[in-house]
């Protein structure tokens, strides 16, 4: 009996020594995985939050900036905030349109400051600029496309009664959206002129070779902020909002990417932007820079090379003007453009960066080549 009891008392002792373990692993299991899920959920909601942009704060909205300049209300109830230069609208002889260039506004008339009034005045000139949709004071635009672009330059030109006939120009990438003008709307132009033009890499005509060997030009944090604007637009707020990499150099205003004359003229660029620079990027910059890389850079519903001559009876021209030197815009690819499109009045400025419309005396070239209708004029 004794030894007996005693075997049934060790087995009844060994199960109750091997459940305890089993309990422990159940335990430490549903632990283990309820913290790896509260982790992964804490990561996922991090990661969301990290790549939802904020929300922009619209001008004329409740905690949003003021309304200072005139604006005209556009046919999807968005607004867009302009500016006018030269002579009286009614007395000009020539209208233009600007678009300025990226980080800009509508006070950032490139060529302003090496446009004489002489100029202005003996040939008539009146110049309205405008702020791009999401940038100073014109309402973001979160379906911007290539084409949406047009029609506010075409919606504008109306609603200030230009005409039907009008000029544009662009400077960088606004210089890139001109090419959306000469596509969508060019019964409604008397001439154009692209300053500086930004070129996507991803335009079908560029052999594929060229457009590597351009692209690799670009700052290796540049290549990326592109390479994601293109093929992860969605990431593109974080990417240029995260602290792991270097962010974009022209989003950071970085010196070290400017040729020997752009660095040059940056005391000129420098005294005109500080008085009004605080308000290009007001709205946030989501609905102004990073939307504007995103369709920059995304896939075009167009690719500018298979655009055919505006002007077949001479009756306007169209000037595309680049500096050799252009650190950001690389010029073998302008270049390319110039030889696919014969009919484009080509200006290449020797010795010349990003920045030459800054240079003294560019202004008064470049608006009398635009409104002479001819190639030849300078």
Known sequence: ?????????????????????????????????????????????????????????????????????????????????YKEFGVPKESAKHKIVYLHGFDSC???????????????????????????????????HPKRTVKTMAQDVEQL????????????????????????????????????????????YWWKSFPANMSTEAYNLQFVQDQWSLRVAHYLPWLTYWWNTQKFFPSNSVIARSRAILSREDNELLPRIISRKAENDAQVRQQGEYESLHRDMMVAFGNWEFDPMDLENVFP????????????????????????????????????????????????GMGDRIIKALVSGRCDAS
């Open 313 to 360: 009876n001479g009756d306007g021209s169209v000037h595309l003007f680049t500096g050799d030197e252009d650190t950001l815009v690389p010029i073998k690819l302008q270049r390319f453009i110039v030889e696919h499109l014969p009919w484009l009045c080509y200006h290449e400025l020797q010795g010349s960066g990003h920045f030459f419309p800054f240079a003294d």
């Open 157 to 200: 030109a109306d609603q200030l009664e230009l005409g039907s006939k009008f000029y544009v120009s662009g400077f960088s990438m606004g210089g890139e959206a001109v090419w959306t003008c000469l596509k969508y709307i060019p019964h409604r132009l008397a001439g154009a002129a692209l300053i500086a033009p930004v070129v996507n």
């Open 106 to 140: 509508r006070h950032d008339l490139s060529f302003e400051s090496t446009l004489s009034a002489e100029t202005i005045q003996s040939l008539g000139v009146y110049i309205v600029t405008f702020d791009r949709p999401g940038y100073g004071e014109s309402d973001p």
């Open 1 to 81: 009996m004794g030894a007996e009891a005693s075997r049934k008392i060790s087995a009844s002792s060994a199960r109750s020594h091997t459940r305890k373990p089993i309990h422990n692993s159940f335990f430490t299991s549903v632990m283990f995985k309820t913290i790896l899920l509260v982790f992964f959920g804490g990561v996922l909601a991090y990661a969301y939050q990290a790549m939802t942009p904020p929300p922009p704060k619209i001008c004329g909205s409740s905690g949003g900036p003021p309304v200072t300049a005139p604006r005209i209300k556009l046919k999807d109830g968005r607004y867009l905030a």
